[in-house]
């Protein structure tokens, strides 16, 4: 009996266990593929325009069976396309610049040491370490949220029943959020708080909107900036709640309390921690996370929702973002009348 039983286990669970060995054996060959496309160089060659298989083994010094053969996994990973044997670059590839052409790498060769010692590569939350990092990153971090912007604009119904708002964005970056709100809704404007050094990317994405009248800065550290009182209808909290101890969210959250309207709201857009373990991309995100902070935390939305309650708001209303990076989720809360 015990033995039928072991074997009926086995039976039912294989499919499953074959199911993730083949998705791990995936994954990590799509990885070595990219990677060593970025290192012999067939990125760099397709930037100048389309190429044969032959024109970019030519290039970067390759065969051409090989490389014809790595352009076509390329392809299949959505980095490159191809048409009539000429192979090019996707929108994709023109996001793979810079630091963010590594993928993370930074951080995830650091992760072995991370395990032994407990200290972070970096502390992403201390401006000291960090303004220069983050004004060379935020650019490409807006592009990457677009979506997720446009998302969080059809979620809130922006420019359709929330208009003529004034919205202020907190640790704004490159400002996607709230310009993305305000390109929707023609009578909002736009405050947005951080460092000065971060600010003159999102001055230059206000401009390049058309928005500059309809945008002002606050330069500072949101920990330590003062607001004017009752002054917003909005206050936005994008990427920042994973950054803070719950003790800085619910000081931050007195703070954006007291400079709303009586009817305002506060929307905190993050990534918000899965319970069941279960979403790889929740799970890589706190663990990177981790590497790159001392207090940062990927946070439940009730445990955000209590710290909100705490500073004299309602409980907040969790909303998932169903766009790219498909991780992300927007909680609002208004003032309690």
């Known amino acids: 009996m015990t033995d039928r039983t072991s074997n009926k286990r086995t039976e039912v669970s294989a499919p499953d266990s074959l199911d993730w060995y083949f998705r791990l054996m995936t994954f990590n060959g799509a990885a070595r593929v990219y990677h060593t496309a970025r290192d012999v160089g067939i990125f760099e060659a397709l930037n100048a325009g389309a190429l044969s298989a032959a024109d970019v083994a030519r290039t970067c010094g390759t065969k051409e069976h090989p490389t014809a053969l790595l352009l076509d996994s390329l392809c299949a990973l959505g980095v490159i396309e191809e048409d009539t044997h000429r192979y090019s670059l996707t929108a994709t590839a023109h996001l793979l610049v810079g630091d963010a052409r590594d993928l993370g790498d930074r951080y995830w060769e650091y992760l072995s040491q991370f395990l032994r010692t407990g200290t972070p590569l970096l502390r992403m939350e201390d401006p000291g370490h960090c303004q220069d990092y983050y004004q060379r990153q935020v650019e490409t971090i807006g592009h990457m949220m677009s979506p997720a912007a446009r998302a969080a604009a059809d979620t809130l119904d922006i420019g359709g029943g929330r208009k003529d708002l004034h919205i202020l964005d907190v640790g704004a970056g490159s400002a996607v959020w709230s310009l993305t709100f305000a390109r929707r809704d023609p009578g909002a404007r736009v405050t947005a708080l951080d460092w000065p050094a971060v600010l003159e990317v999102a001055t230059r994405a206000a401009h390049h909107a058309r928005l500059t009248r309809r945008f002002s800065t606050l330069p500072g550290n949101y920990k330590e900036r003062e607001l004017p009182a009752a002054a917003y209808d909005m206050a936005i909290v994008g990427n920042v709640a994973h950054l803070n101890s719950s003790e800085d969210n619910t000081s931050l959250f007195r703070k954006l309390h007291l400079a709303l309207r009586p009817q305002g709201e506060i929307v905190i857009i993050d990534v918000f921690r899965d319970d069941t373990g279960q979403d790889l991309a929740r799970t890589l995100y706190a663990l990177g996370l981790a590497i790159r902070t001392t207090t940062g935390k990927v946070y439940a939305s009730q445990e955000l929702s209590t710290l909100l309650m705490e500073a004299g708001f309602q409980h907040g209303t969790l ?19």
Do not use: D, Y
Request: hydrophobic letters at 45%; aromatic letters at 6%.
């Open 319 to 337: 909303h998932n973002l169903e766009a790219p990076p498909f991780a992300m989720g927007l909680l609002v809360a208004s003032k309690r009348r």
